[in-house]
């Protein structure tokens, strides 16, 4: 699907169109309908975002151009063509974050009391009790480094708050200053506050970078300091480990952890004012090009801000506090393991988060880990944060005698030494822990109990859509299933075996598998959909989920559009699919919601002739999910809830005309204009599940 030049291409970039994502959630910044600090929170969120991007995709595309420059990719560029136009979206992106930041958000929070206090604008009273602070907090733990051939440039970690300062006059060994580096060490706070009494606003905060600005001087005695200035550089920070040799890979895996952050350099961030010489020094010491290199007229580390959104009590600047709730049967169960694994017997139970509790899911385990009956528990880990109650509960229950089986992916990007700490711990009291099929990622998250009941054993399942992550739970928006239906918890067990053992493909009766039946069973109902149009039958597919990169797929619904299905898509992020495309896909709708929770679930819908196949799954529609992770797909097969999913995830996000953005034919987003009642999605779902 390939042709010479992207204009013409049927598939779109990825990396623009992740580019796109960013410029979608920026506007939520830039809208001054949304709370002040939420706007503060947003901009951090993009800059975070960014790390990755430069981290992960830059560094791939970098890798592209060294080892297949002359490959036409399915966008229809060359590496160096997608570099070029990536790099130029990346400046025009940042250029608008650092203005929005600059000229708009800070200068409001400062109207609001909340202050970011720059050295020039410091009282005397601050300058005095900032260089106490520097004196006593910062300089002890600075170690300068004058550049000459005995101190060569230091060794740089991934993304951290470095200065180069610039130099005159001789040391006490008669030697000539010129340059000279200040690494900000990771143990020291990045933003404090400053008293009330001092800063004269009710929330005043010094950056660390304006107190090492401000005082540098400090520790260079007798030296002329003629200018300081923060920068920043990001490497690549994929991991790579050798699937073929290694033969532990939690050990391998440590290894390769060490180093991941000095990787190869890949993007510069220099304060907006250096000088163009030190600019051209830094660029050669990490082998990077002026196009490597962004000009911040903010922090360079922008995300740091993010902690002002936590700190700062102003909820009025904020979005209202949400509080879910446990639906029934749950909101009467919790502590009563019987009644719980009763409701859930008696049929199945659907919660969408984080509209709904996560907590029932924690009872869930909760009664699995204290109830007699129970004799086993198995869950897979993707994310679970550092502090996790969920693992807390698997380590009690593993305590208690319960057979705990535990699926624990330990290349799960950044969070990889979470997990391997968290299956150290489980190791320590007797839990079995695997870590999957090496080279396929295990992303399904299931976690299931095996209960005795008259003599037998019965199996209770829970299968979602997100992470069993805490803090996630209560932000992304996510569907998760409990269930006793035998054929789903037994075909559960199954992947299970071939997770933690060996042998051959077993089949499933309800569940989908990548990399087996997923992407097969998705194609087939797509294509089924397709001659069901062609035969003058209705046709309806809808689809939600995070990234739609998967070119088999894509092909299937321009083919399904032609045939003249009505295809709906709801892709938050990254998306290949071009649509509204005269004679290819003029009947595919592209959406992206953009609002308070990060939309997460994947939905997957086929009329099916009436029969309306719902499916939900941890996997979106890219070609890794399909064929490079272990992934679920599992049916809603109760009446009722196949209704609540269809109106929650679509009918819903359709209607939709504050959060949404409708997308072009060149892969561009236009906002979607609020047309009679406003319809805000993730309000509705508060007010109707909440």
């Known amino acids: 699907m390939s042709s010479a030049s992207s204009s013409h291409s049927v598939l779109l970039n990825r990396e623009l169109s992740l580019l796109k994502f960013n410029e979608r959630v920026l506007a939520m910044a830039e809208n001054p309908a949304t709370p002040l600090l939420e706007r503060l929170r947003y901009l951090c969120i993009v800059s975070s975002n960014l790390d990755e991007f430069f981290e992960i995709r830059i560094s791939s595309l970098k890798e592209q151009q060294r080892q297949n420059p002359g490959v036409i990719g399915a966008d229809g560029m060359t590496p160096a063509e997608a570099f070029e136009q990536v790099q130029t979206a990346a400046h025009d992106l940042i250029d608008r974050q650092n203005a929005l930041l600059t000229k708009q958000v800070l200068p409001r929070l400062r109207k609001e009391g909340i202050d970011i206090m720059e050295p020039s604008a410091w009282s005397e009273a601050l300058r005095e009790w900032a260089h106490a602070e520097f004196y006593r907090e910062v300089m002890p733990m600075l170690t300068p480094i004058g550049l000459d051939p005995a101190h060569p440039f230091p060794r740089v970690y991934n993304k951290s708050l470095n200065f180069i300062v610039s130099l005159s006059g001789n040391d006490a060994f008669g030697r000539s200053a010129s340059i000279a580096i200040v690494q900000a060490p990771r143990a020291l706070p990045r933003i404090m506050r400053a008293p ?34 923060q920068w920043r550089v990001t490497r690549n920070s994929d991991l790579f480990v050798d699937e073929e040799e290694i033969t532990n890979l939690r050990q391998a895996l440590q290894g390769e952890l060490s180093q991941r952050n000095f990787g190869a350099a890949v993007r510069l961030e220099i304060d907006h004012i250096m000088p163009e010489a030190l600019e051209a020094f830094l660029q050669q010491e990490f082998l990077l090009q002026p196009q490597d290199t962004y000009r911040v007229s903010g922090p360079v580390n922008l995300s740091r801000l993010m902690q002002l959104c936590n700190v700062v009590d102003r909820p009025d600047l904020l979005f209202p506090v949400h509080r879910p709730h446990a639906p029934a049967p749950f909101d009467t169960v919790m502590g009563k393991p019987g009644e719980l694994f009763a409701a859930i017997a008696q049929k199945d139970r659907l919660l969408h988060h984080p509209y709904q509790s996560f907590q029932p899911v924690l009872d869930f385990l909760t009664a699995a880990a204290t109830d007699p009956s129970v004799a086993a528990i198995k869950q897979t880990i993707y994310r679970t944060g550092e502090d996790s109650e969920l693992m807390r509960l698997l380590l009690a229950a593993a305590r208690a005698g319960k057979e705990v089986t535990v699926v624990v992916e330990l290349m799960a990007r950044f969070d990889e030494q979470t997990n391997i700490n968290w299956a150290a711990r489980l190791e320590e009291v007797g839990a079995h822990v695997s870590y999957g099929v090496v080279g396929h990622k295990t992303h399904a998250k299931m976690a299931l109990v095996l209960r005795r009941e008259k003599g037998q054993i019965r199996r209770y399942g829970h299968l979602g859509t997100g992470n069993y992550h805490p803090r996630t739970a209560k932000l ?152 490079r992770r272990v992934e679920v797909g599992f049916p809603i097969l109760d009446s009722a809830l196949k209704k609540r999913v269809i109106n929650e995830s679509f009918t819903l996000a359709m209607r939709d005309n504050q959060l949404a953005w409708r997308a072009l034919p060149d892969g561009t987003y236009a906002k979607v204009r609020g047309r009679g009642k406003p319809v805000n999605l993730h309000e509705s779902l508060l007010q109707t599940l909440g």
């Open 476 to 627: 992304y928006t996510d569907f998760g299933l409990l269930t006793a239906n035998p054929q789903m918890c037994l075909d559960m067990d199954k992947v299970f075996s071939l997770l933690t053992g060996l042998g051959a493909r077993r089949p499933l009766s309800t569940l989908l598998q990548s990399p087996f039946t997923l992407h097969e069973t998705m194609m087939a109902l797509i294509r089924a959909e397709t001659a069901a149009a062609r035969a003058g039958r209705k046709a309806r597919i809808m689809a939600k989920m995070n990234s739609l990169l998967e070119p088999e797929i894509i092909e299937a619904l321009y083919a399904a559009s032609t045939a003249g299905v009505h295809i709906d898509l709801i892709v938050r992020g990254a998306c290949a699919l071009r649509a509204g495309v005269p004679g290819l896909s003029d009947n595919i709708r592209l959406r992206s919601i953009i609002g308070r929770f990060l939309e997460h679930a994947r939905v997957f819908y086929f009329y099916s002739g009436g029969e309306e196949k719902v499916y939900l799954s941890s996997a979106d529609w890219m070609d890794r999910n399909f064929f």
């Open 196 to 229: 009330s009494s001092i800063s004269g606003v009710p929330h005043g905060y010094i950056l660390l970078s304006a107190l090492i600005s401000a005082f540098v001087g400090d520790i260079f005695p007798g030296l002329n300091v003629q200018g300081v200035y």
